[in-house]
Structure formats: C-alpha cells, structure tokens
C-alpha cells in the first residue's frame, strides 16, 4: 500500500490490498498463485496505450526483482524475467571489474588475485623427474604404508593407457594431470593428499603435510587469477582466462580474425575460428581498434613471445622499457618530447631495427625523441648526435660533438667516432681456446625449452646467444645456475626442468652469477669498501704517527662504527628530515659538512691528505696517489681494469649504473688474484651502459679471469662479445613458442654458416 500497489491477484480473483485485514494474512499466503496486479488495459495500439503498458512493465519488474507476467484472458501466461541467469544459475553483470584481478570484485576469492596459494608444491612431491612412477617418483608413496597408492596406480594404469615406466619429464599434459587427478581406474596424488588432509589429527599425517606444502598454482582459478564465473563470458569462443595465456602474437591474430565472415555468419570454417557477427562487430569495433593498435605495437618492438599474465618482477630491464613505450604509443601524442635510457637494453641486434622503426614513428607523429644510447645501430640511425666526453669521470663532461650524424666521422677528438670509422675496433682473437673439458645440459625442458642438449667448455669464454624469448635466461638463469649452486654450496634455488648435468665434479668449485642488481642498498655502501681496498687505507691511516700518539686504530676511520665518524650523522655526511607528505629532506651534516669523520680525525693526514679527502678521490687519482703503496694499489687496479676509473672512491653504491655494478663486482674477483678454486662466472649483459671503448676494457677483464683457471658464460647480444667467445651456444630461431631449439653451438667462425640462426645475419658482418 505504501508503494501505491492497490490490488493483488490470488488464485485469478483480484482483490483490493486495502480490503486486506492483518487477521487474512496467513489464509491468504496459502494461494497457489500469489500475484501483484499492476495494471489493467486493452490491447490497443494507441500512442497513450502503449505509454502505459510501458511503464507498467517497468514497474512489474521493477517490483518483482525481475520477473513480469502478462495474462491475456483465454491464452497462456507469458512469464518474462530480465534477470542475468540460465539453467538455475545466477551470473553477475558483466563490467570491467568483474574482469580486473586488482579489483576485490574480480578477483580470484581463494589466491585474492595473486594466481598462487600455499598448497601440495608438485615439485616437493616429485622432486626428480626423471623418474618414473614405477622407480618410485612419487615421493610420498615410497614408505610401506604409503606403497599401496602406487600399487592401485599400477593396477589401473593398463586400463587407461598410463605409462608407469615413462620418465615423469616426458609424460604429455594429459598424462601428467591424470597422474594427480587421477582416473576411472585409479586414484591420483590429489586424491591421496585429501585422505592426509582428513586425517591431520594424527600428528605423523600433519608433518607429512607440511613436507610437501608450497606456492602452487591456484586449483580455483588456474592461475588466471580471476574469479572462475569470468569464464563464463566469452567473445570469439575464448574467455578472459584463455587469453591471458596466449602469446601476444597469438593474441594478436584472434583479435584480427574477430571480423564479420563475408557471408554475415559467426563462424569460418576454413580458419576453424569463431567470428562476431555484423552485429557483435558494430559494438566492438572501436575497443577492436584499440585492442590491435596496442597489439600491433607490442609486436613492432619485438614482445610478440610475451603473455598478458606473465608477472612484471620476471621481465627484464628491456622488456618493461618496451612495455611503457607501447603504452606511449597507443596514445598516439604529438608535439610531445620523449627521453628514453637505453631502451636497446636486453635486445638482440634483429630487435633494435624495430625498435628503431618505432622510434622513428614517434618522430614522425610530430614528437621530439631524445635517446641515451650505446647500440652502433641506433647511434648510426640519428637524425642529430651528440657526444658527450672524451672519456669519463673528471676527463668528461665536454660536448665533444654536436650536428648531424653524417658529420660526427669528421670529428677526430671524439671516441665514438674512432669506433665507427675503425679507427679503434674491438679486435677478434688471433687464435680461439680449443675445450677439452664440458658441463653438459641434458633434456633440458623449462618453459618454452625443447628439452635440449647444451655443451658448456670450460676454461673459456662462453656466450649464450638468440633474440629475445628465445630461453637464455631459462637455461642459465632458471636451470644452471640454481642446481650448480645447491651441488656445490649446499643451497640455492629450485631448478626447472632438465634430466641431467654432468661434467662439473672435481672442476668447478664454485659459481657466481653477476647480474646488474646493486652491490648495496645503503648510502655507506661505495665501491672501495665492496672491493675490500678500504681496509688497507684504513690500515696505513691507522700507523700514522697522530694516530699513534692518539691511540688511534683502523677503525676509528670507518664511517659505519662507532669512534671516529661523525656522531651528528653517524658517518651518513647528511641528515635526514622526515616529512609528512612529502618526500624526505636530505641535508649536509652542519657538524662534520659532510666529510662523515670528527673533526680530530680528519687531523691525521697522508701525504697531505685526510681520510675524507681520499674517499673524494677517483680510482685514476687513488692509484697515482697511492703509487709506493702496493697493497692499495693493487686493490684498487681491478677497478681501473674494468674501466671504473672515474668512480670516487666513496662513491655511494645507490648512484651506480646497473652496468657500473656489475663491473664493480667483476673488479672484486679479479682481486683476489690467482685462482685457488675453479669458478664459474656467469654474466649476465654485461655490456649493458656500455660504450665500445669499455666494452674493450670488459672483454680484457673477462679474459683475465679465464687466464687464472676460471669459466666465463655471458648472456649477451652484444655482436662485440659474441664475436670473441671461444664458444657459442645459439638458441631460437625465434622467441617464445617458436623459440626453444638449441640453433648451433660451436665457434663463431662455424656460426656464420649457419642458416637458421638469425645472429649469425649480424656476427658474419663484423667477422669480415
């Protein structure tokens, strides 16, 4: 009544709602057919008429929740529901939350988004794979009580063609999802850990349990991370979930075929995939259009072997830079100016014309693009060079040419010309080292690798080569390194797939994987302390004659103890006021003005200079300083080596460069001089931020290393390395899916004559 509803209709006899009485209720609950009558009008197709039955729908379903009901006297009554169900099921309306794993809305409500949760980790419970279930792979089907899963496995397993004695490595998909979901004619592991979960009372059950739990795929989503109603909704017969797994290129080619069929239909039969219809295309075509765009994008600057759920933390440095550009792209601005670092960074010689391609698109639009580049290729491709030197450090900092590119060649003072006419080249060996002894990889099958077979000489410089996605970094990165390191330092890791390594015993005693990631977080961190020449200062500070009348010793000239570094700041050289809502305020120490020591300290001198005024120096300065002091200076040489001879010396580690790291810690191996045990260094891009000139300085150091009985393996794309390695190991042809193959391993010289591999396009050329 309070909603205006005057007159209801039970078992067909309409009565009035206000002539019901409270005492009726309960009697007239008890009809059959309980209806709100909304209105009541003939079948006329007057304007007016139609105006009221209109809005007596709306209300209908309004009222109801849904459901509206038409009865014309003598013919059956229409029911009509504008509710989102089918089959019983009731489904959310769409929106793009529903499809936004970010959002609480969408999202997975078991893994909340994230795609894993803590589970039975399938790699704790057969950690060998290249066992079989007969050879007991099964781990926890390998004590007596437990025997009698695997021996109901075996039973059933002829019944439904499960291979008992196929290596688990080699079992196909469905194989291996039998083996834990089991079949008609057995159970599986899944079914096993069930009967554990239910009897975690017992506390031998509630260990064993905890053995084998792990992060693991979400069994709700599948690591789609989405919440499963999503697969409902389809567009081209794939869900959201299907097209997060596919590779952009794949991805790519679905959205072009979501076009109207000549015929108007929804399906081709000779592409075998589904199409819009005229009318699902006319509501698409904008998103269409934008969805290609980007797509088209991603594939220009080479991440067609990519998928749309692989996590950010997993791409490189180079692959995140290509993403952000495509974002950039997909706006399509003009009249904007664009400053890119590096972005060749990570990208094999066939990717860097595209990425050129893309940058000279930019221009193109109109914008103005400003690149900080190393790559000969982008370099060559400038409309206008500037060079900056002509060297590092304080021998830099000049405009040492500033025109057209054609013009730089005329320009004798600078580098970088030098390097491009030839003037100065990065020379190809005179004679290559011949291995004797190998690391073998076997069966290796992680990701998109084919299960393949690679050869790693030792005492010698490695290269791992192919274009991007191609499975370097799941070789070394992912399978090499993480086992190598539990076998030879008891941890590490866990290793991807492979059957087996061989070849390292009693010749590798050691491994070190020098990546690009910092050598220290804190602002105490420089290079001289990470390089332990710092120590020897501090040491023949320390046997000075104040410090001795004062009782001085080797650490009171440290900034990170107490004694001798300022108390103000505590050896920082700087305050920190912290703000509220905005950024912290960094300061110059009023006390010390940033020289980190008491003023009594800083009194002790060397040869004129004090502890800060050493730490202000450059290694090129430090070693001309320190020349009758051996110790120091042999310390500090490996850093001039490797071409850091421009860093200060209390330089903080924050302010270094990836590629400045890694040298740095490339500078820390080759002080501990020669060899007590073998090691192997892998590399990975070294060259990155790298000018040919240091490139040179690299690839000596590298050499160095090997020459004191130590193994280089470099991941690199860099043709200026790849045509030095005594041993190349060419993976591909391409990336992603169509990656995987071991291409060629040998010489470079044997590499040129190879006719898949697309690095050999770009080596023959400088091998001439």
């Keep these: 009544m309070q909603d205006g509803i005057q007159r209801l209709l039970l078992d067909g006899e309409v009565i009035k709602t206000e002539d019901v009485e409270e005492k009726e209720i309960a009697a007239l609950n008890k009809k059959k057919e309980k209806f709100i009558l909304i209105d009541r009008a003939t079948s006329e197709q007057t304007e007016d008429n139609l105006y009221r039955l209109a809005d007596s729908v709306s209300l209908a379903f309004s009222e109801s929740d849904g459901e509206c009901v038409i009865d014309v006297p003598g013919k059956t009554k229409k029911v009509f529901s504008n509710k989102f169900e089918l089959d019983g099921i009731a489904f959310e309306i769409p929106s793009p939350q529903l499809f936004n794993f970010n959002s609480p809305y969408g999202a997975c409500s078991k893994c909340e988004g994230f795609g894993t949760i803590l589970g039975i980790d399938h790699d704790l419970v057969i950690p060998n794979k290249n066992l079989s279930v007969y050879e007991d792979a099964v781990v926890c089907w390998r004590t007596e009580g437990m025997s009698v899963w695997k021996k109901d496995l075996i039973k059933g397993a002829p019944k439904c063609d499960f291979p008992i004695h196929k290596p688990i490595i080699d079992l196909t998909k469905e194989q291996y999802k039998m083996l834990w979901e089991g079949s008609p004619y057995f159970q599986g592991i899944n079914a096993f850990f069930k009967d554990v979960e239910s009897q975690t009372y017992k506390i031998q059950y509630r260990v064993m349990l905890a053995k084998y739990r792990g992060r693991t795929a979400c069994d709700q989503c599948g690591g789609t991370r989405l919440r499963p109603d999503t697969e409902y909704v389809k567009v081209g017969d794939k869900s959201i979930g299907d097209l997060l797994q596919m590779t952009i290129k794949s991805l790519y080619e679905h959205f072009q075929s979501l076009s109207p069929s000549p015929n108007g239909e929804g399906s081709s039969s000779k592409t075998n995939r589904v199409r819009l219809d005229k009318h699902d295309t006319q509501i698409a075509s904008r998103i269409l259009l934008e969805i290609n765009n980007r797509l088209q994008f991603m594939v220009d600057v080479g991440l067609e072997y990519l998928s749309l759920n692989r996590f950010s933390n997993t791409l490189s440095g180079?692959?995140?830079?290509?993403?952000?550009?495509?974002?950039?792209?997909?706006?399509?601005?003009?009249?904007?100016?664009?400053?890119?670092?590096?972005?060749?960074?990570?990208?094999?010689?066939?990717?860097?014309?595209?990425?050129?391609?893309?940058?000279?698109?930019?221009?193109?639009?109109?914008?103005?693009?400003?690149?900080?580049?190393?790559?000969?290729?982008?370099?060559?491709?400038?409309?206008?060079?500037?060079?900056?030197?002509?060297?590092?450090?304080?021998?830099?900092?000049?405009?040492?040419?500033?025109?057209?590119?054609?013009?730089?060649?005329?320009?004798?003072?600078s580098l970088t010309t030098q390097y491009l006419t030839g003037k100065l080249q990065i020379e190809v060996p005179k004679q290559r080292r011949k291995p004797i002894n190998f690391i073998e990889i076997k069966g290796a099958k992680q990701n998109n690798l084919k299960g393949?077979?690679?050869?790693?000489?030792?005492?010698?410089?490695?290269?791992?080569?192919?274009?991007?996605?191609?499975?370097?970094?799941?070789?070394?990165?992912?399978?090499?390194?993480?086992?190598?390191?539990?076998?030879?330092?008891?941890?590490?890791?866990?290793?991807?797939?492979?059957?087996?390594?061989?070849?390292?015993?009693?010749?590798?005693?050691?491994?070190?994987?020098?990546?690009?990631?910092?050598?220290?977080?804190?602002?105490?961190?420089?290079?001289?302390?990470?390089?332990?020449?710092?120590?020897?200062?501090?040491?023949?500070?320390?046997?000075?004659?104040?410090?001795?009348?004062?009782?001085?010793?080797?650490?009171?000239?440290?900034?990170?103890?107490?004694?001798?570094?300022?108390?103000?700041?505590?050896?920082?050289?700087?305050?920190?006021?912290?703000?509220?809502?905005?950024?912290?305020?960094?300061?110059?120490?009023?006390?010390?003005?940033?020289?980190?020591?008491?003023?009594?300290?800083?009194?002790?001198?060397?040869?004129?200079?004090?502890?800060?005024?050493?730490?202000?120096?450059?290694?090129?300065?430090?070693?001309?300083?320190?020349?009758?002091?051996?110790?120091?200076?042999?310390?500090?040489?490996?850093?001039?080596?490797?071409?850091?001879?421009?860093?200060?010396?209390?330089?903080?580690?924050?302010?270094?460069?990836?590629?400045?790291?890694?040298?740095?810690?490339?500078?820390?191996?080759?002080?501990?001089?020669?060899?007590?045990?073998?090691?192997?260094?892998?590399?990975?891009?070294?060259?990155?931020?790298?000018?040919?000139?240091?490139?040179?300085?690299?690839?000596?150091?590298?050499?160095?290393?090997?020459?004191?009985?130590?193994?280089?393996?470099?991941?690199?794309?860099?043709?200026?390395?790849?045509?030095?390695?005594?041993?190349?190991?060419?993976?591909?042809?391409?990336g992603g899916e169509e990656g995987g193959h071991l291409v060629f391993e040998g010489t470079p010289e044997n590499l040129v004559k190879n006719k898949e591999s697309i690095t050999a396009i770009y080596l023959k050329e400088k091998l001439k």
């Design 318 to 413: 180079g692959e995140s830079q290509r993403i952000n550009l495509t974002r950039t792209l997909g706006s399509n601005l003009t009249g904007s100016l664009y400053i890119l670092d590096e972005p060749s960074v990570g990208l094999h010689p066939h990717d860097t014309g595209k990425l050129i391609n893309i940058l000279r698109y930019l221009r193109d639009l109109g914008n103005t693009v400003i690149v900080v580049e190393h790559e000969e290729e982008a370099i060559r491709a400038a409309d206008y060079l500037i060079d900056v030197g002509p060297h590092a450090g304080t021998l830099g900092g000049e405009i040492v040419f500033a025109g057209n590119s054609a013009d730089i060649i005329k320009n004798p003072k």
């Design 452 to 734: 393949i077979d690679v050869k790693i000489p030792l005492n010698a410089l490695s290269v791992i080569t192919g274009v991007s996605g191609s499975g370097k970094t799941t070789l070394i990165k992912q399978i090499l390194y993480p086992y190598l390191k539990i076998q030879l330092e008891g941890f590490g890791g866990k290793p991807g797939l492979f059957k087996e390594i061989t070849g390292y015993k009693n010749k590798i005693k050691k491994i070190e994987f020098v990546d690009q990631n910092p050598i220290g977080r804190s602002s105490r961190s420089n290079p001289v302390t990470y390089i332990k020449a710092y120590d020897a200062i501090r040491d023949l500070f320390s046997v000075q004659s104040l410090s001795k009348i004062r009782g001085y010793q080797a650490k009171h000239f440290s900034f990170n103890v107490e004694g001798g570094r300022c108390d103000a700041c505590e050896g920082e050289g700087e305050q920190v006021v912290e703000m509220q809502f905005l950024a912290d305020v960094h300061l110059v120490c009023e006390v010390c003005n940033g020289k980190r020591f008491k003023q009594e300290i800083l009194e002790v001198n060397y040869n004129g200079k004090n502890i800060a005024d050493i730490l202000d120096l450059t290694v090129d300065e430090a070693i001309e300083f320190f020349a009758e002091k051996k110790d120091v200076v042999n310390k500090l040489k490996p850093l001039q080596d490797v071409g850091l001879g421009y860093v200060h010396l209390g330089q903080s580690s924050s302010t270094l460069s990836g590629g400045e790291a890694q040298r740095v810690k490339l500078a820390s191996f080759l002080t501990k001089g020669v060899a007590k045990e073998q090691v192997l260094f892998i590399f990975d891009e070294p060259t990155t931020g790298l000018h040919f000139h240091d490139i040179n300085k690299l690839l000596k150091a590298f050499n160095a290393l090997i020459e004191i009985g130590h193994t280089v393996l470099v991941v690199e794309h860099n043709i200026d390395v790849i045509k030095c390695a005594d041993w190349i190991i060419d993976l591909g042809p391409k």
